[in-house]
């Protein structure tokens, strides 16, 4: 509570609740009359530089007009404060809201409202590219990379997800065959001229908020510099299971390419990169949860799934 109570004083902050503890604890403040979002972050995940320049890139979509929170600072003017015991901590303005939705739980909406949901979710990413690559970054900007290294590398920005235990020997070689047909086709791709900048990374049901109809994108966390084709497979894995996901599926399409091109090429390699993010995730997983447990079993079998459909 010493972490909380030193970035409590920093803001002159008054605490309301812990909201999560999971990467990030994420606390509801106040400051003055107004809510905001304390932010403790995960110690040895990013870097100083790596979170302020994700506050920077907030801060710049913000000013730009996206609906998206915004850096709050200091008195002193420091958006990024380091606590006595080295953790990082961070605030950024409210966002009132619900999540559209939360991962493995079912869409209870009809159909019609899940298609002009993910048209507008899709129209949303867009926007958020567009309004990124109008932008000028600050010198020192920094964040990790979801390209061809920080996905298929030897050392991927979330794990050597082909050194999973819960992999079989065969399950091992089905991934490593599958990881390196995806590494050339993706290289083939960026090639051809693959669309590539900065990204959420993170459009996962949890953290797209809808209030009155419109949505907003929250968790920066693990944007990076990668394939915009990622993003939209990232906001695909929570679908995939559901009746209407082929629908879902296209309305996202149509609404990206409302506002930005989206390729043909791009489309048919959709699954490819959804299957990227099995294979981040299952990386991801094992060092966050228990050895044997159901979680690092669940991402496994996923990756596994994808891989298999993927080397039909």
């Not at 003055?32 to 801060?59: F, N, T, V």
């Amino acid at each position: 509570m010493s972490e909380l109570k030193d970035a409590l004083k920093a803001w002159g902050a008054q605490h309301v609740r812990m909201i999560k503890d999971r990467e990030n604890q994420v606390h509801e403040v106040r400051i003055g009359k107004d809510r905001a979002a304390l932010r403790l972050h995960r110690p040895g995940y990013m870097s100083q530089a790596a979170i302020r320049s994700e506050i920077d890139w907030m801060g710049a979509l913000s000013q730009a007009g996206m609906d998206v929170p915004a850096p709050i600072p200091t008195p002193e003017g420091k958006t990024v404060f380091s606590l006595s015991s080295g953790r990082l901590a961070t605030v950024v303005s409210w966002v009132d809201g619900q999540p559209i939705g939360e991962g493995g739980v079912p869409f209870d909406m009809p159909v019609s409202e899940q298609i002009a949901l993910y048209q507008k979710l899709g129209r949303e990413l867009a926007r958020l590219h567009n309004i990124t690559d109008t932008l000028t970054l600050p010198d020192g900007f920094t964040r990790h990379r979801w390209d061809l290294d920080g996905l298929l590398g030897e050392t991927p920005f979330w794990g050597r997800f082909w050194e999973s235990p819960e992999l079989t020997e065969g399950e091992r070689h089905l991934i490593n065959r599958a990881r390196a047909v995806a590494r050339d086709r993706a290289q083939a791709y960026l090639e051809n001229g693959a669309d590539f900048g900065l990204i959420h990374a993170d459009a996962l049901r949890e953290n797209v908020f809808i209030k009155d109809g419109e949505l907003t994108l929250i968790d920066f966390d693990d944007a990076g510099f990668g394939f915009r084709l990622y993003e939209l497979a990232v906001m695909m894995t929570q679908n995939e299971d559901e009746p209407a996901a082929d629908q879902i599926r296209d309305a996202a399409i149509a609404g990206y390419r409302e506002l930005r091109a989206f390729s043909t090429e791009s489309e048919d390699l959709l699954p490819m990169f959804i299957m990227l993010r099995r294979f981040a995730s299952m990386g991801w997983a094992v060092p966050r949860y228990d050895a044997g447990g159901v979680e690092v079993r669940g991402y496994t079998e996923r990756a596994i799934g994808a891989a298999r459909a993927f080397l039909k």
